[in-house]
């Protein structure tokens, strides 16, 4: 699956929190409703300049730290996030993000800019940043996860064998 | 030919739950002994049971739900949340802990639904406080939780083990919080990430039990999976009539194998102060000794334990808090809730001047019950100390123990909390 959009990039240790606020999450099930409010501690523009065309949300380490809640994904998904690069995820954001369908990215980010067109080849492993013209390589999902992300998130893999079939 | 090296506790609980020698690096699926979920998080599991086509949970007895982050309800939102939680109980047969009950991470151990050696899961990323009671238990999403739910199973990654070694004895007015925020200090926000933390030597054996899961409740916040230690004596004393299952503690091997090892001797630490946005922006008292606050807060599954309680009341007893302060109690369950009025606690923190809410999570997750104003400084027994945390992006947080969240609602200012400690440990 190859996968193209512009770069919108943050700092390093982006919490749960700030991706959607526990002052909204706890009111609702609503996922578009909520995606309004996605990163807005940050950046209260993330949605309008992200869901029109689609973007990737790039990073430094820790992104996703925090709490547990599987609506930092969601809400990142109906924002039209099309992935997260990042150099380093927390543990249960990397999980919720791959149970939920949101394809996650460990590479070195350092040298993509803000606006920068990226494509992300996710079977290759490579980042390319069309703007600059430079590959990025990052290490293929373990082969737990790529089986989840493929089987279309771990509903669908439930779905699909009655269970756990890893 | 050399033997296999020893395992870790958390090698040791996922391999016997895997039916597998599972090592550390390893991807296994294992069968959980509980799973848990919150308000919060509870919701989104039971849509995904739904889509999953799943109308029972694998053991209604292994099962329960807490509604504790938004309790009682401040906004009808939040209710028809809560129904739906009501009604999967009521389908399911899974317990559900309603309105008053307490925070989840006090009821699961306290009610005895986790015993040492358990591995369990949940719905929340402090469920690693069990650790502290030789538990393997981790945070997951919701929909990690309904497939666990569904099945009674999970995939691990088995993680490597990064040891603390703590030794001396603590300072009269120091406490396990200043240690936990020291090392948080220490080694960073993302100092463990995919790691378990394993706690051990003689300062954690002088710790109580509560002081422990204050400890291990915050591994999450260096990035750990997990914050284990050895069952002792106090351990298995602790679940005593908490229920009815048999304790099979866990401990490591002498030679297990450790990513990373620290040693740390307490005996000069001081009292310890996350300041804000985050929790490892930690700093000795005396950096921010003097700074106003307006509100004061003990409370939590960090640290809302009768031990807690007990700590500000002995601080509070015949004194009155600031009147430009605002101080807020919520003891973590129902029960603690109770010991601490048996034991007078209540009656003197509410003649000093504190407003006791509903055992549960509110002022810390800013739902309700205590949201400050813009501009405002807030000191906290809570873990977190996030940018809005408490409902308010404009309102900062500065995170210690109850001993100088007492001390400073007092002066109304951050105050080292040591000066009523003077003449020994209590």
Redesign the interface.
């Given at each position: 699956m190859k996968l193209t959009a512009r770069a919108f990039k943050y700092g390093s240790?982006i919490?749960t929190?700030?991706i959607i606020?526990?002052?909204y999450?706890?009111?609702?099930?609503d996922m578009e409703a909520m995606a309004v409010h996605a990163m807005e501690?940050l950046d209260p523009d993330y949605y309008a300049k992200v869901s029109p065309e689609g973007g990737f949300l790039v990073a430094g380490?820790?992104f996703g730290?925090?709490?547990?809640?599987?609506?930092a994904p969601?809400v990142l998904i109906h924002s039209n996030t099309k992935a997260v690069l990042a150099k380093?995820f927390?543990?249960?954001f990397y999980?919720?993000a791959i149970?939920?369908g949101l394809p996650v990215v460990e590479c070195d980010t350092d040298l993509m800019d803000e606006g920068d067109e990226l494509e992300v080849d996710l079977e290759a492993g490579i980042v390319r940043d069309l703007t600059k013209g430079t590959d990025i390589p990052f290490p293929p999902l373990?082969p737990?996860m790529a089986t989840l992300l493929a089987d279309g998130?771990?509903?669908e893999h439930?779905?699909k064998h009655g269970?756990?079939a890893? | 030919m050399t033997a296999p090296a020893g395992k870790t506790i958390a090698e040791k609980i996922l391999s016997a739950h895997a039916g597998t020698d599972a090592r550390a690096g390893d991807i296994v699926v294992a069968d959980v002994d509980f799973v848990m979920g919150q308000d919060g998080t509870s919701p989104l599991a039971i849509r995904a049971l739904e889509r999953m086509g799943v109308e029972k949970v694998f053991d209604p007895a292994k099962v329960a739900l807490v509604i504790d982050h938004s309790s009682p309800s401040p906004v009808e939102g939040v209710s028809a949340l809560h129904t739906q939680m009501r009604e999967f109980g009521k389908r399911t047969g899974a317990k559900i802990y309603d309105v008053g009950c307490g925070v989840c991470h006090q009821l699961i151990p306290e009610n005895g639904h986790v015993v040492p050696g358990d591995l369990m899961v949940g719905c929340d990323s402090h469920t690693c406080t069990y650790g502290a009671l030789n538990v393997f238990s981790t945070g997951v999403g919701s929909t990690d939780g309904a497939a666990a739910m569904a099945s009674g199973k999970l995939w691990f990654k088995v993680p490597e083990t990064m040891r603390f070694t703590l030794s001396g004895q603590l300072p009269a007015g120091v406490f396990s919080k200043d240690v936990i925020l020291h090392i948080a200090g220490l080694i960073g926000a993302d100092g463990a990430t995919y790691m378990a933390l394993e706690f051990d030597g003689p300062a954690i054996d002088a710790m109580s039990v509560e002081a422990r899961m204050t400890m291990s409740n915050m591994a999450i916040e260096v990035g750990a999976k997990a914050g284990l230690m050895r069952a002792d004596a106090k351990t298995l004393a602790w679940f005593e009539g908490r229920g009815t299952r048999t304790p099979a503690p866990v401990e490591p091997d002498p030679d297990a194998v450790y990513a990373v090892t620290h040693s740390i001797d307490l005996s000069e630490l001081v009292p310890q102060v996350a300041k804000p946005h985050s929790v490892d922006n930690v700093s000795p008292i005396a950096e921010v000794e003097g700074t106003p606050i307006q509100q004061g807060f003990v409370g939590t599954c960090t640290n809302g334990r009768l031990e807690d309680l007990g700590i500000a009341a002995g601080i509070l007893a015949g004194r009155t808090v600031h009147p430009d302060v605002r101080f807020i109690v919520a003891p973590a369950s129902k029960r603690i809730y109770l010991d601490a009025m048996a034991a007078g606690y209540i009656q003197t923190l509410v003649e000093a001047g504190a407003a006791v809410v509903t055992p549960g999570c509110g002022p810390c997750v800013g739902t309700h019950n205590g949201v400050p104003s813009d501009g405002e400084n807030v000191i906290s027994t809570a873990n977190r100390n996030f940018k809005g945390r408490m409902g308010n992006s404009n309102a900062f947080v500065y995170l210690g123990s109850p001993a100088t969240v007492a001390a400073s609602v007092i002066e109304g200012r951050i105050t080292d909390p040591r000066k009523y400690f003077e003449g020994g440990a209590r």
């Open positions: 240790d919490n929190d700030y606020s526990g002052k999450k706890f009111k609702s099930n501690e380490t820790n730290m925090g709490s547990s809640r599987e609506q969601l380093s927390a543990r249960i999980r919720n149970n939920t373990p737990v998130g771990l509903v439930f779905k269970g756990f890893l | -």
